[in-house]
Nanobody, 117 residues
Framework: QGQLVESGGGLVQAGGSLRLSCAAS????????MGWYRQALGKQREPVAA???????TYADSVKGRFTISRDSTANTVYLQMNSLNPEDTAVYYC???????????WGQGTEVIVAS
């Protein structure tokens, strides 16, 4: 319980799209919230988007209108649809989840996104 595995990163041209997936080892209903963070080279890790159990979402200003976070409880997976990508979106993207029981943070290993200009 509580392992997260990201996938879907890669190289894309500016203006393109990617969909990241975060698969949990158990039920995502064991998490109060799940989200995506990113860390660009030489920069601090920053929040990108989050979704709660009831489906409420929040986004960083820099991705509003371009990224969409969603969850599929039957697949125990959270997705991040990224459209209109630009080079500033280049980073390692990490999935994060907060356990309902302990409020502990769980992190995935990260998936790299490179947007070429």
């Amino acid at each position: 319980q509580g392992q997260l595995v990201e996938s879907g990163g890669g190289l894309v041209q500016a203006g393109g799209s990617l969909r990241l997936s975060c698969a949990a080892s158990g039920s995502i209903n064991s998490f109060s919230a799940m989200g995506w963070y990113r860390q660009a080279l030489g920069k601090q890790r920053e929040p990108v988007a989050a979704i709660t159990q009831d489906g409420s979402t929040t986004y960083a200003d820099s991705v509003k209108g371009r990224f969409t976070i969603s969850r599929d409880s039957t697949a125990n997976t959270v997705y991040l649809q990224m459209n209109s990508l630009n080079p500033e979106d280049t980073a390692v993207y990490y999935c994060n989840a907060v356990l309902l029981t302990t409020r502990a943070n769980v992190w995935g290993q990260g998936t790299e996104v490179i947007v070429a200009s």
